[in-house]
């Protein structure tokens, strides 16, 4: 049997505990409650037909997983998730295509061709970006990027 | 509560603050309360407040230009008053027939700032290396908190809501775990005070917040630092009580078996973290795997599976379904499992444990056997006849002891040293003389100690398999059997020493098991063993 020891009736202490139980039940913590805001994309847990994927694909949250990823989701996860491990997987992904991020526009900049000067200060060429309010790619010549803008620390 | 002294009578401070009804606040504190914290919202919201120094400084300021800072009471007023600002700010938000994400947004925008500001002052309360105010200060806030949270709890009662008290607690906790020299140096204390408040806050003590500490104590960052980060195991113990407060608030639904579905969505959530528990932390679980089987229900068998099946890591255990498998020959079963509770403390009355230590010795007078039942014997109520933490104590009390008592005589337990002894009789008494529910508690208490190869396993093992051949009656047989088949239906995972037990009985002639009337009483139980025997005994025709 399942309760081998026979049942044992709640005492009255126990039934209270069980009321209030029952009445936190209907309002159970959201998963959200115990994250940072997520400003762009808060969660909202949904039933999916269970055919749907559920759960993210095993190693997706490794850098040669986000380094297989188009450059404009990269984009998108470093504006949309901020503050989160994505965001540093993105970060770390468009670094190594070669991206470089601007402090001051707060946009990721890469090469066009070999910069025109290069000294100590900056070099200056033609360069693409990544433009967030248009959300798209564009191209600038005779661009002056100063290093002092230039994001440069090691992630690890 | 208990008398609070050491670091938690801050916390007790908070709490009594907090909850006495008398609050007899300074005529204008509460609008000064309000208008700071709101003004605190708005400049953590702003583009520049959220990480800089400077906006927490000028706000200290206009604290101390309010009176805020000059008297600890004031301090704790603050606290208490603006703890309670935020949640009314959360209820109205959760009373709106808006979207879930919208309110939640909401409740959040408030409490997140409040954590902030919580986190600021703690961090840069006293000197930088002044460690103690800022610990002072932390336990003082958890208090209030806490405080705020039970008087909620009683006057809301089934309104009560659960999420700003779980957002500030988990919240103020990532921030205080954040990797910065100031906040690394009081980490322990942080997580001392944390376990307190915790262990204050017990679903026993406030049931209608029971889900979120259940979140709070197993969020992956609490664990990793109670269990993990933490040098020496010194967050072992407290998290053990934590886990030890979960299982005696479940006992009394558990046991009846009938879940209602409050209890078996906590229920779930329980062996969840055990699971997690016993994939990350096995060595946790193998050292107070006694405290929580003395609080754990008899009838809940996987949840104290999972427990008893936990081992250390670098062990490899024999398959048990190896033929001719010797488990006299491995060289584990000659050390002692390490138990972290002082289960010789928990035999009680200082007299009984007297008499038990004389008669060990003695093994006289034989009136001590026969008022065994008696001491061990708390009511007549069917169900609730005995005392089952001292059942358990007495057993693993005396298997300890005549372990020694056959090493001190140079020899090794087996099936024929640990017979024919006063810790035998014991034993055998307590098969004989038990009725048929003390018995099942005493079977069960052996067989909690069926677990990885170790020598209280190979002992207790050797002694559930001789009383079995000695017994003088059928029903002890098949109440052994029972206590080791019940433990083996279930799904995964099933302890080392209970399979290997269990294989030896059914597969050992010495045994007859299979001449036994129990084994064939119905079709269905009959079907039961040969599936049992078949899984056990696949290599035996080899």
Known sequence: GVAPLGAVPLQKEHQQQFQMMESAYYHMPHPSDSERTRTYLPRNPIHTPPYYIQQPLPHSDTLEFYQRLATETLFFVFYYMEGTKAQYLAAKALKKQSWRFHTKYMMWFQRHEEPKIINEEYEQGTYIYFDYEKWGQRKKEGFTFEYKYLEDRDLN | ?542
């Open chain 2, 1 to 542: 509560e208990r008398a609070a002294a050491g670091p938690t009578v801050h916390i007790h401070n908070g709490i009594l603050q907090a909850r006495s009804l008398n609050y007899d606040d300074p005529p204008g504190l509460m609008e000064k309360t309000d208008f700071l914290l709101k003004d605190w919202i708005n400049i953590y919201h702003s583009a520049s407040g959220r990480d800089s120094t400077k906006a927490f400084s000028m706000f200290v300021h206009q604290m101390n230009v309010h009176g805020i800072l000059k008297t600890d009471d004031l301090i704790t007023r603050f606290f208490r008053l603006s703890t309670q600002l935020c949640v009314e700010v959360v209820c109205r938000n959760l009373a709106e027939t808006v979207t879930p994400t919208v309110i939640r947004a909401k409740c959040y925008y408030t409490l997140d700032a409040f954590v902030r500001l919580i986190a600021l002052l703690v961090k840069h309360s006293g000197d930088s290396n002044n460690t103690t105010t800022k610990i002072h200060l932390l336990n003082k806030v958890l208090g209030i908190v806490a405080g705020c949270l039970l008087q909620d709890h009683e006057t809301r009662m089934t309104e009560f809501q659960q999420l700003p008290y779980h957002r500030i607690f988990i919240m103020l906790f990532l921030e205080l775990c954040a990797p910065e020299p100031v906040l690394e140096a009081i980490n322990f204390q942080v997580l001392t005070a944390y376990c307190h408040t915790y262990h204050i806050l017990r679903p026993s003590k406030a049931a209608g917040f029971c889900y979120a500490w259940l979140e709070l104590i197993s969020h992956r960052v609490f664990i990793g630092r109670m269990l993990a980060v933490t040098p020496q195991q010194k967050g072992w113990a407290m998290y053990a009580q934590l886990l030890i407060d979960l299982f005696k608030y479940l006992a009394p639904f558990l046991r009846n078996a009938e879940l209602a579905k409050p209890v078996t969505m906590l229920y779930k959530g329980t062996l969840r973290v055990l699971l997690v528990l016993l994939h990350d932390f096995p060595e946790f679980l193998c050292d107070y795997h006694y405290g929580f089987c003395d609080v754990i229900p008899p009838n809940c068998i996987q949840m104290r599976n999972l427990i008893l099946s936990a081992f250390p890591r670098n062990m490899r255990l024999p398959d048990p379904f190896t033929p001719n498998l010797k488990v006299d020959m491995l060289q584990e079963i000659s050390y002692a499992p390490r138990v972290l509770t002082n289960f010789a403390a928990l035999i009680t009355p200082s007299q009984f444990k007297k008499d038990l230590d004389s008669y060990l010795k003695a093994r006289a007078p034989v009136t001590f056997l026969s008022e065994l039942r008696s001491n061990l014997q708390v009511s007549n109520e069917p169900g609730m006849r005995y005392n089952i933490p001292l059942m358990n104590a007495l057993v693993m009390y005396v298997g300890t002891q005549a372990i020694a008592y056959i090493r001190s005589k140079g020899l090794t337990p087996n099936m024929s040293t640990i017979a024919h002894s006063a810790h035998m009789d014991i034993f055998q008494n307590l098969t004989v003389d038990l009725d048929t529910e003390g018995r099942y508690l005493f079977l069960n208490a052996v067989a909690n100690q069926l677990r990885y190869p170790n020598s209280h396993t190979h002992y207790f093992s050797c002694t559930l398999l001789y009383l079995f051949a000695e017994a003088n009656t059928e029903a002890i047989q098949e109440q052994i059997t029972r206590v080791l088949l019940e433990r083996l239906i279930v799904n995964r995972p099933h302890p080392w020493g209970l399979l290997i037990t269990f294989i030896e009985l059914i597969k050992n002639p010495t045994y007859k098991f299979w001449n036994h009337e129990f084994v064939h009483c119905a079709p269905e139980i009959e079907k039961l063993f040969e599936s049992v025997a078949r899984s056990c005994m696949v290599q035996k025709t080899g």
